[in-house]
């Protein structure tokens, strides 16, 4: 600004302003813009004092017109993309008389073109070189604003206009006094397989999804919250209470448009929420992006249902599940996983016509139970890993059997949703299973439901490449997802595995709800060509209800309970249990 004031001073000495009272006049209106635009503080400049000066000089110097434009750079520029300002404009048509164009330091362009009148005279000398230095003048003033404005967009957003880390730790800091969040919760939400969603629809897609989806997000939290992006498909929000259910219902299921023509994609999150106590005090921003990014590491190994809430029980877990990400690799490698065989049987005959796989730790001479372990794996590859380990030896066991003569059976392996985005499972299934030279028919792979419209495509996808390769597949849990008839329907399995939830209980009725269900989805499965099994059958009266309906196999307490290898091979050549009714 002083630099300008300079200028002017100038040119006020060199001769440029006469006696007359135009030049007077011209004087006074420039040293009061210079002075109007010279405040420090951009926030406490008066715009409309600034404009008014500009658009007295600009009918002053005989203007009709001045057009400003705004690049970010130079290649927007070439495109013209950019902002267009009509800075003052008298309302007669006219020709362009002189232009300014200002490139600052980080690449920004600003440019001012004024016009005449066709009836006005050309400009003298004079004229022109008082209507460049109002130009110059006013452009240096708009780029430092201009500057000030990308410096906040880098500052407190990303490059693609999402709020970013930094616009939500501000957010904190300026509600750090006690109770400035009571009534408030705190989020942090990733969508699922999200990867999915570029690998089918393409990269402009998924961009638009996250889009609409954050724009929609943006519009159910309200002006009393934020919205801010990590990074990636990973958000972070601050929301009334109030508006809880209606945000977890959006997180869990949303239908987002992916292209312009409004067709939709179902996608859900894992989420971590932080329900803030009131009164309670931001010491730091970690105090709340710890509590929500805790809870969303736990929500992404949930098995139903994806959103989870912090609490103390969270924090006192979280020592215990870094215990066992350090030790998972070095049990792996020491084979301290070992794999138990729960029976499948023919529910009339009592032949034991296959078996689940299912895992145990044994570390120090104790058994960690697998609800400690297996949800810890799910937060990360680690589950994938197991997985394939557990398969190996599975392999390494039918091989084992098939060499000493022994009947062998169908083993199915179960594998986690994490493998969903690996487009090439079937085959490093297959690498797998051929290694040990295992005939295809004796694996079966066990796969859970899905709950979005992306995992639905690669489920669909994966047991597709497994049943050209005569690999049996099922689909485990059989009712928990929103989209099980559709499931079934689409999806060529072999085998329904139905969750003991359909099972109805000793005491009802025939008529019952449950009675109805569980013979409704026998008879359907059946019908179709699916092979039927119920887990959790315990009683007798379960294993005649399954003989009623016609239920192929039964997995069970009434039969046994997950065995280790040695009392399995007992039941292989035992090859049958009696149970009478």
């Given at each position: 600004m002083d630099g300008r004031k300079e200028?002017?001073?100038?040119?006020?000495?060199?001769?440029?302003?006469?006696?007359?009272?135009?030049?007077?006049?011209?004087?006074?209106?420039?040293?009061?813009?210079?002075?109007?635009?010279?405040?420090?503080?951009?926030?406490?400049?008066?715009?409309?004092e600034v404009q008014d000066k500009l658009n007295?000089?600009?009918?002053?110097?005989?203007?009709?017109?001045?057009?400003?434009?705004?690049?970010?750079?130079?290649?927007?520029?070439?495109?013209?993309?950019?902002?267009?300002?009509?800075?003052?404009?008298?309302?007669?048509?006219?020709?362009?008389?002189?232009?300014?164009?200002?490139?600052?330091?980080?690449?920004?362009i600003t440019t001012m073109t004024v016009y005449m009148a066709d009836d006005e005279p050309d400009l003298t000398d004079e004229e022109l070189a008082r209507i460049d230095l109002v130009m110059r003048t006013a452009?240096?003033?708009?780029?430092?604003?201009?500057?000030?404005?990308?410096?906040?967009?880098?500052?407190?957003?990303?490059?693609?206009?999402?709020?970013?880390?930094?616009?939500?730790?501000?957010?904190?800091?300026?509600?750090?006094?006690?109770?400035?969040?009571?009534?408030?919760?705190?989020?942090?939400?990733?969508?699922?397989h999200f990867s999915l969603v570029n690998d089918k629809y393409g990269r402009e897609a998924g961009d638009r999804v996250l889009r609409n989806h954050y724009d929609c997000t943006q519009k159910l939290i309200g002006k009393n919250g934020i919205l801010c992006r990590l990074g990636g498909d990973n958000f972070v929000c601050i929301f009334p209470?109030?508006?809880?259910?209606?945000?977890?219902?959006?997180?869990?299921?949303?239908?987002?448009?992916?292209?312009?023509?409004?067709?939709?994609?179902?996608?859900?999150?894992?989420?971590?929420?932080?329900?803030?106590?009131?009164?309670?005090?931001?010491?730091?921003?970690?105090?709340?992006?710890?509590?929500?990014?805790?809870?969303?590491?736990?929500?992404?190994?949930g098995v139903n249902d994806?959103?989870?809430?912090?609490?103390?029980?969270?924090?006192?877990?979280?020592?215990?599940a870094m215990s066992i990400q350090q030790q998972f690799p070095g049990s792996l490698e020491k084979k301290e996983f070992v794999v138990f065989f729960q029976p499948k049987v023919n529910a009339v005959t009592g032949e034991i016509r296959g078996a689940e796989a299912l895992c145990r730790w044994f570390r120090d001479g104790n058994i960690v139970p697998p609800m400690e372990f297996i949800p810890v794996?799910?937060?990360s590859s680690d589950i994938c890993m197991l997985d394939f380990y557990v398969l190996d030896r599975v392999c390494g066991y039918i091989r084992k059997w098939l060499d000493e003569g022994r009947q062998v059976v169908r083993i199915s392996v179960n594998f986690s949703r994490k493998h969903i985005v690996n487009e090439h499972l079937h085959e490093d299934i297959l690498g797998i299973v051929d290694r040990h030279r295992i005939p295809h028919r004796f694996i079966e792979i066990e796969l859970t439901e899905t709950t979005t419209d992306v995992e639905f495509r690669a489920l669909q996808r994966i047991v597709g490449g497994l049943q050209k390769e005569g690999i049996c597949t099922s689909v485990d849990d059989f009712g928990m997802g929103y989209s099980s008839l559709n499931l079934i329907r689409v999806i060529p399995w072999n085998v329904l595995k139905v969750d003991r939830c359909f099972l109805p209980l000793g005491e009802e009725e025939n008529s019952s709800v449950n009675h109805i269900m569980f013979r409704n989805v026998i008879k359907m499965a059946k019908e179709m060509g699916l092979e039927t099994i119920v887990e959790g059958v315990e009683t007798r009266e379960q294993l005649q209800l399954l003989r009623d309906n016609k239920c192929d196999l039964a997995q069970g307490f009434l039969f046994d309970r997950p065995l280790p290898v040695e009392e399995f091979e007992k039941r292989l050549d035992m090859h049958k249990y009696t149970i009478e009714i």
């Open positions: 200028a002017f001073d100038s040119e006020r000495g060199s001769g440029m302003a006469d006696n007359g009272s135009g030049s007077e006049q011209f004087s006074g209106l420039f040293e009061e813009l210079v002075s109007a635009m010279a405040v420090v503080n951009s926030d406490q400049i008066d715009v409309g007295r000089l600009a009918a002053l110097l005989r203007l009709s017109k001045g057009v400003t434009h705004t690049y970010s750079s130079p290649a927007d520029e070439k495109s013209g993309r950019g902002e267009t300002i009509i800075s003052y404009d008298n309302g007669k048509s006219g020709r362009p008389v002189h232009t300014v164009r200002i490139e600052t330091s980080l690449m920004s452009l240096v003033f708009i780029s430092r604003n201009r500057l000030q404005d990308i410096a906040y967009q880098f500052a407190f957003y990303d490059d693609q206009g999402y709020r970013s880390i930094r616009s939500f730790f501000k957010y904190l800091a300026w509600n750090g006094k006690p109770g400035a969040f009571d009534g408030m919760v705190a989020a942090n939400y990733n969508f699922r209470r109030e508006k809880l259910e209606i945000l977890m219902e959006y997180f869990r299921h949303a239908d987002v448009p992916y292209d312009s023509e409004g067709h939709t994609i179902r996608v859900s999150a894992y989420v971590g929420v932080f329900v803030i106590p009131d009164g309670y005090t931001v010491t730091d921003p970690n105090s709340i992006m710890g509590k929500v990014m805790l809870a969303y590491r736990v929500a992404q190994a994806h959103i989870v809430f912090y609490d103390d029980e969270l924090m006192e877990g979280r020592e215990q794996l799910e937060r």
